[in-house]
C-alpha cells in the first residue's frame, strides 16, 4: 500500500488529522492497535476549551460535537459544605474574548466518534486492530521515504510505504521509539501522594449545582476534588487518593473502594452512584518529546510528543492544537503549495507550548492533590484557585501564542501582534441586515487568507488604487507564487456594490464592517487600511500597510513555493 501519510493512532488527534487530510485530498491510513468498540468505552478526555471549540469550528466540526456536549458556563466551589467564591474553576465564568465563552464537556468516545465518521466521508481508510511492528526511513528517496510494517490482530502483515509517518499514538508512543527520540522527564517522585482517581458515573447528589458544569470540593483529605457534568447525565469525579489508602491496596484498589473514597471526598454533601461507565487510577507525570519533528518526515502529536496530569484538562486540549497545527502545514507541503521547512516550525511551536504547559502542570497537580509545591506557602486551595486564575487565557487556548519564526513575522501595523490568534470580529455579508464571526468567513482549508482591511475607501482611495495596481502587475507575488492564500476585503461602513465603494475591484470576497468595530478591535487604522496574512489555524503571521506589496512579499516568498516548482 501506498499513501501521503501514515498516522499511527486513532484516538481524538489521529482521528483529527485524518479528517484534516482527507478533506483535502490527501491520502492516508490510520492505524489503530486496539478495538475501538470493545475498549473501555467511556473515561480519558472530557472538556474541550474555547480555543479548541473554535479551532474544531473552523474546520467544519464544531456543530456535530455541540449537539452531544453539555455546555459548561459555570462552576461551584465548596469547602466543609459552605459555597466558596473566586476559586476552583471560576476563571470560566469570567468574560472570554470569543463567542465560544464556555466549555463543551463530551467524553472522548463521542468526540472520537465525530472526527471518525467525518474523516471516513471524506475516504479515509481508519484501521482498528491493526498496530505499527516497526519503519525505516529511506533518506536518499524523493518520494515514499517510510516504508513501514504493520500487523492485524490475526497476525496478518502488511508492508504500507508513505512520505510521511505520524505518531498520534500516545504516551507510550511506538513511532517515537522506533525515531528513536528521547522522551525528557519522570514520574513524581512522591507515588503515595500523588495517585489520582478518576470516574465517569450517573449519580444522585445533594450538591447545590450539580449540573451547572464545574465544581470543585476542598476535601480534606482527597486534595481539591473534581467535577464534571458531562454529557448523557453523566458526571465526572476525580480525587487524590489518600496515601494510607493507596498504601493498604495499591494497584489492585477495587471499585467498592473507589467508591467508598468518592463518598467521602464529597462529604458533606451526599453522593449515591447509580451507575459507574469507567474507573481508573494513575500516577503523575510530565513528560516531553526531545523533538517533534525528525528525519524530516517523523513528526509526533498529542501524548507521544508530551504526557501530563489531567488536572487543569489540558491533555486533549494541547493534542487538538498539535492536530491543527501540523494539519495544515503537512497538507501545505504535500500540495506544494509550502516549502518544507515549514513544518519546521511545527517542532518548535508546539513543543514551546507543551513545556510551558508542563511547567504549570509540575505546579498544578501538587496543589490539586492538596500538597504544597517547593517555594510555596499558604493554603493550597487558594494557591490554586489563583494559579487557575492567573493562566486561565493559557488555560482556555485563547492566550496560546509563537515566537518569531519563518511563518510569524514582527509588524507593528495591528494591534494584533503575530504570533497570537486573530479575535473573532463580527462583520456582514453584502446586503445582510445580520452579522457573521470572522472566523466564519474564513475557514481553515489549508490556505493562508490574506486579508485586505480596506479602511474607509473615501480615506484610503489612493492607497487601495496603489495595492490594486500592485497585485494584478507582473511583479506582484500572485503571479509568481502558488496560490496557497485566499484573499478576502472588509471594508469599513456600510456599502451596496463592494468595487463602487472601493474604487477599485475588490480582493476576493468583499464584507462589511459597518461600524468600524472590526477594525477598531484589530487596531487598524480606518483612515489608512492595513493588509493581515492569517494563518489557517487561526494566528497572525504578518500585518502590512495598504503601500507595503513589497514586505508582503518578501514574507510570502519566504516560505511559499514559486509557480515553476509545482
Known sequence: MQVDVLICGGGPVGLLLSYQLARMGIKTYTVEQYDKSTQGMYGRACVLYPRTLEMLDQLELGEALAQIGLVGRSAVTYRDGKRINGRGWGFISKPLDTYFDYCLNIRQKYSEDVF?????????????????????????????????????????????????????????STVRTI??????????????????????????????????????????RHGNVLWVAEDHGRTRIGFSIPPEIYEKHGEHISEEVVKEEAVKALAPFELEFITVDWWTLYSIGQRVADSFHTKERILLAGDAGHTHSSGAAQGMNTGMHDAVNLGWKIIGVLKGWYADSVLETYSTERRAVAQQLIELDKTMSTLISGRLPPRYNGDPNKILGELLESSAQFTTGLGVHYEANTLIRESSTSAVQPGWRVPDVLVRRPGSKFPIRFQQATKNNGKL?????????????????????????????????????????????????????????RFGDAFYDVDETAHVRLGVSADEGAVLVIRPDGILGFAAGLHEGTKLAQYLESFITPKLQQ
Open 116 to 172: 471518525r465518521d467525518a474523516a471516513e466521508g471524506f475516504g479515509s481508510n481508519i484501521q482498528s486492530n491493526t498496530k505499527l511492528i516497526g519503519f525505516t526511513v529511506n533518506e536518499s528517496s524523493s518520494g515514499y521515504k517510510i516504508t513501514a510494517e504493520v500487523q492485524e490482530n490475526s497476525g496478518e502483515k502488511m508492508t504500507v510505504q508513505s512520505k510521511f509517518i505520524i505518531g498520534a499514538d500516545g504516551g507510550h
Open 179 to 220: 525515531a528513536e527520540i528521547p522522551f525528557i522527564g519522570d514520574t513524581v517522585k512522591d507515588e503515595s501522594v500523588l495517585h489520582w482517581i478518576r470516574m465517569d458515573a450517573v449519580v444522585k447528589t445533594n450538591m447545590p449545582g450539580a449540573r451547572l458544569g464545574y465544581g470543585s470540593i476542598e476535601s480534606h
Open 449 to 505: 487568507w490574506i486579508a485586505v482591511f480596506a479602511g474607509s475607501p473615501v480615506r484610503t482611495l489612493f492607497k487601495l488604487q496603489a495595492f490594486r495596481g500592485y497585485i494584478d502587475s507582473p511583479e506582484s507575488f500572485t503571479s509568481r507564487l502558488t496560490e496557497a492564500f485566499t484573499f478576502l476585503t472588509v471594508i469599513a461602513g456600510p456599502g451596496v456594490q463592494a468595487d463602487e465603494v472601493l474604487g477599485v475591484r
